[in-house]
């Protein structure tokens, strides 16, 4: 099943997220509810705030970068319960977008590395070190159960220059090929 987007402006995603457990109810479906959303949505990414959701889970899909980017081939995980353990090495700038943010497109600066401990679906534990555009990814949904955004982290002249199209976005006058969730949308 398709889920809507929530919309930059609503109140979950700014919210700290939770961890769950392995009896987290109708979890497979709600993990293969996120995948078909993600996709329908063309998105490389997809966390459960985005979603509605206050928990510790999001998935990744690099493999759309896979022709430029050995790191992404085969990169498809879920992350449940993930914890950043270290961000290092050079800092890298390129242009991020978001489901919950649609119509903008923006430079932001990372880390080129991560270590990360996470489960998988299976509650397996995996402790990884990811760079590349994986590292990005991964870090850009992490922060969503952080209840940070990628326009938290534009250059601040450019977070004013979108001003006009983040206030949009909270009150529902985007475009998007997608159903989404508005904070203060205008009937």
């Known amino acids: 099943m398709i889920l809507p987007i929530v919309a930059y402006g609503h109140k979950n995603l700014r919210a700290k997220s939770i961890d769950i457990s392995p009896d987290y109810p109708q979890l497979s479906e709600l993990i293969e509810n996120m995948w078909e959303t993600m996709y329908e949505s063309s998105g490389v990414g ?33 992350f449940i319960n993930a914890e950043i353990l270290e961000r290092f090495g050079e800092d890298v700038a390129f242009t991020e977008e978001c489901l919950s943010v649609p119509d903008i497109h923006e430079e932001v600066i990372r880390k080129e590395k991560i270590r990360i401990r996470y489960l998988d679906e299976n509650f397996e534990p995996h402790e990884e070190i990811l760079e590349g555009i994986v590292a990005r990814i991964v870090q850009h949904e992490y922060d969503h159960l952080e209840g940070v955004l990628f326009v938290d982290k534009i250059h601040p002249l450019r977070k004013i ?26 009937k």
């Open 46 to 78: 997809l966390a459960a705030p985005q979603i509605n959701k206050s928990i510790r889970l999001f998935i990744v899909d690099a493999t759309y970068y896979q022709d430029e980017k050995p790191e992404a081939v085969d990169f498809k995980k879920v």
């Open 161 to 186: 220059m979108n001003k006009k199209k983040l206030s949009d976005i909270q009150k529902g006058i985007t475009e998007a090929n997608y159903k989404m969730i508005f904070a203060n949308k205008k």
